[in-house]
Each structure stands twice: as structure tokens, then as C-alpha cells.
């Protein structure tokens, strides 16, 4: 957790925490915009005149981070397996996140994998994720997921707000989703605050090898999926969220799609 809030990204509107694209058990995943916020009552076990009646707390937003990859159906996770000439590196002069590693298999495929990121200071509420990935001799087949995945939520209590927001797990509910030709879109908004965001997701793809494409929907994510035969492939990813009023919500998709599209 320490190291996730130091190798956080920002340019003071859009957040990203420094979790991983594939995923870590335990991990606190995050994407924040600054301003967009949901309200909920304040619980006392005593009442006094004075004491404030609501909060207002930062969400935690989908995250459009996610990048999953698969060797031969084994999905890549450095709490398995084996990892070797782990390195992660945050450049203050260019403001990327850097974080490479070589992964092995508990069944003993293998591969290099490079992951760069970035969120832009001139572009608005843009970000840039860069995937690379280089299987090992011995594996036939690589996928590769990116994602909008809407199943973060906002750490919570109810008694102690040091230790989390009094906001419940259901604060946002989604408005649309779309996927299709590599572009993933999805739109969420607030319950009492009335404020919506969207999120618009652009990939583009380069591999050593033919590449087939698939994308699906659901309730917790937009996705789409890349296969091919085992060979050097490189992901990247065009992020953009913005965010307004509730009303607004299909001016908001317009932005974002068009920002992401850069």
C-alpha cells in the first residue's frame, strides 16, 4: 500500500494510484478526478448542535488500468510463480512510471513484460499505459485483455472515518457502456450528488504476428481481448475521463471518446 501511494500519478485533476495493470491480491486499486465526490450522512453515536450532518468523499473510479495476460491460458500474477529482474522506476523528469519483470509459470511458461505509464499534463485528463510483452520459447499462445473495470470501490467504515469513507459500495451506478473495434466507453454517475463521468478507452495494437480481436460487456467491466500466436506484442492504451453534471452525461461520452482518440 505504501508503495502504491508513492509511485502515484497525477497532474492535479486525474489521479492514478501506483497499483498494477494486471492486478495484485490485497491491493487498493485507484483512479481519482479531483472534484468528483459523493455525499452520504454522517453517523454519530451522539448528536450535538454544530456537528456536520453529511461528508463529502472522493470517489474511487473505474479503472481503465486493467491489462491482463495470458501465456497458454495462464494468466500472469507476481504473487505466482516465479519473477526475476523485477524493476519498477518513476522518472520525475518525464513524469512515466516504468515497471518491468520476468515472470515464469507455475507450469513453466515464461515471459519479459514491460509496462510503462503516464498522465498527461497537456492534454487534459488523458493517461498513456504501454504494455509489452515477449513470451519465452515453449509458449504457443498469448491474450491479452485491456479493461474498464468497474468493480473499485471506496475503502469504508462506518464508525471511524480514518479508516474509510461512510460512502456505501453501490455510490455509482452506470449510465452506459459500449465496446466495439478496440474502444471501450463507459459512463457512471453519482446517487446524491448528482455528478457523472465517463470513461473512454482507445488501444492500439502491434505484434510480430496476425492478431484476432473480441470485445464483451458486463455489468463489472467493457473489455476487449487480443489473441494471437506466441510473438512479441506491444499494447497501447489511450485514457481519458471526463466528468460534470449528472444531465450532461452524453456531452461527457462525446469528450472522452474524442480526448482518448487524441
Known amino acids: 500500500g505504501q ?43 451522539e448528536i450535538a448542535y454544530g456537528y456536520a450532518r453529511n461528508g463529502q468523499t472522493m470517489l474511487n473510479l473505474a479503472n481503465a488500468k486493467r491489462v491482463r495476460i495470458f501465456l497458454d491460458e495462464e494468466e500472469v500474477c507476481l504473487a505466482r510463480g516465479e519473477v526475476k529482474n523485477y524493476k519498477r522506476t518513476l522518472c520525475m523528469h518525464s513524469g512515466t512510471l516504468t515497471r518491468e519483470f520476468e515472470w515464469r509459470s507455475p507450469q513453466g511458461r515464461s515471459a519479459h513484460v514491460r509496462f510503462e505509464r503516464l498522465v498527461s499534463l497537456t492534454m487534459g485528463d488523458v493517461g498513456y ?66 455528478l457523472a463521468y465517463a470513461c473512454a478507452v482507445v488501444d492500439q495494437v502491434t505484434a510480430d504476428v496476425a492478431v484476432k480481436s473480441a470485445q464483451h460487456s458486463s455489468g463489472d467491466e467493457v473489455c476487449c481481448t487480443y489473441s494471437c500466436e506466441a510473438g512479441r506484442f506491444v499494447l497501447e492504451k489511450w485514457i481519458a475521463y471526463t466528468y460534470g453534471a449528472a444531465g450532461e452525461a452524453a456531452a461527457l461520452s462525446r469528450r472522452a471518446q474524442a480526448q482518448a482518440a487524441h
Open 3 to 45: 508503495r502504491e501511494a508513492v509511485f502515484t500519478l497525477g497532474n492535479g485533476s486525474l489521479g492514478f494510484r501506483g497499483d498494477f495493470e494486471e492486478g495484485y491480491p490485497g491491493a487498493t486499486e485507484g483512479v481519482y478526478i479531483n472534484g468528483f465526490y459523493e455525499t452520504a450522512p454522517i453517523r454519530y453515536g
Open 129 to 194: 499505459i504501454r504494455c509489452e510483452v515477449e513470451p519465452a520459447e515453449g509458449v504457443k499462445h498469448l491474450r491479452i485483455e485491456s479493461a474498464i473495470d468497474a468493480r473499485a470501490r471506496n475503502q469504508s467504515s462506518d464508525s471511524d472515518p480514518r479508516a474509510g469513507s461512510c460512502v456505501g459500495r453501490n455510490a455509482l451506478h452506470t449510465l452506459a457502456q459500449k465496446v466495439e473495434d478496440g474502444r471501450c466507453l463507459l459512463v457512471q454517475a453519482t446517487g446524491n450528488s448528482a
